[in-house]
């Protein structure tokens, strides 16, 4: 396991830094931690520009002496479009999964920003990206819980899952919700959404029992964002894994997919495994 982490010296981006170090730890690999100078927007002397070239190198050397000895790190700076530039590097280390902060230094109300970096990443990244707000602390093992529906985003969601999670946690909680149009029955009923959903979710799970994650699952009758936000929250979860769909008419672009609304609105740390990777 590789895992690439993006810093930019925000609170949210220090978490990032921590979380990524304990699930190395935990899963095994090495650490590649970088930070993106943005270049200037006037012209500056050549030694103003070494000057600031040091003072970064040095803010991110510090940030990571503060990981210790636990896992292998290798560090670096980029210069550039601080999306494009991560996404590149990440590609050319070969990572497993990009960790970044869920909230910049723009100080927007929501945890990814329109025009943010994580935003950005969200959008185009083709591996597994985990945004990690600042108030978030790596403590394992801690429940997880997954989004499930079917669909091919969250197969791979699943997979991923039972490929990393038994390090974790032994405890996930599979989450299906959806709004009926009607009612006929009461969920009771062999007829009702609620038992095809829950005998749906039976197979959806079925490669996270092979591999003893327990996946407690819960239909619940509602929007699915708000399902994944609040049993998180009432789980005590040390994430949510969700998957995402594949991309729409405008490129990657995967708005409105309810991957990015629980990116934008979770106060939990939040794993996205892309569709199609």
Request: net charge negative.
């Amino acid at each position: 396991m590789r895992v690439f982490v993006g810093i930019d010296g925000s609170a949210a981006s220090c978490a990032a830094l921590h979380w990524a170090a304990s699930f190395v730890e935990l899963e095994g690999g090495d650490l590649v931690v970088a930070a993106v100078r943005v270049p200037p927007y006037t012209e500056v002397w050549p030694e103003q520009m070494e000057e600031r070239r040091a003072l970064e190198t040095e803010r991110l050397e510090q940030a990571c002496a503060g990981i210790g000895d636990a896992v292998p790190i290798r560090q670096y700076l980029l210069e550039g479009d601080p999306g494009a530039e991560l996404l590149l590097a990440a590609d050319s280390e070969d990572a497993d999964l990009i960790v970044v902060g869920a909230r910049g230094s723009g100080g927007h109300r929501h945890a990814l920003h329109l025009g943010s970096t994580a935003h950005h990443l969200v959008h185009h990244t083709r591996i597994p990206l985990a945004a990690i707000p600042s108030s978030a602390r790596a403590v394992w093992p801690a429940p997880i819980v997954i989004g499930v529906d079917g669909s091919e985003g969250t197969e791979r969601a699943v997979a991923w899952l039972a490929d990393y999670g038994p390090l974790l946690t032994d405890d996930v909680i599979a989450v299906h919700a959806e709004k009926p149009l009607a009612q006929w029955v009461p969920v009771s009923h062999p007829n009702s959404w609620y038992q095809h959903a829950l005998n749906a979710m039976q197979g959806w799970v079925e490669p996270l029992r092979k591999v003893e994650l327990g996946a407690r699952t819960l239909v619940l009758d509602g929007d699915a964002v708000d399902a994944l936000t609040d049993v998180a929250l009432e789980q005590h979860a040390g994430m949510i894994v969700v998957g995402a769909r594949g991309a729409g008419r405008t490129g990657a672009s995967r708005l409105g997919a309810t991957a990015l609304k629980v990116l934008n609105q979770a106060q939990v740390p939040v794993l996205m495994v892309p569709a199609g990777m």
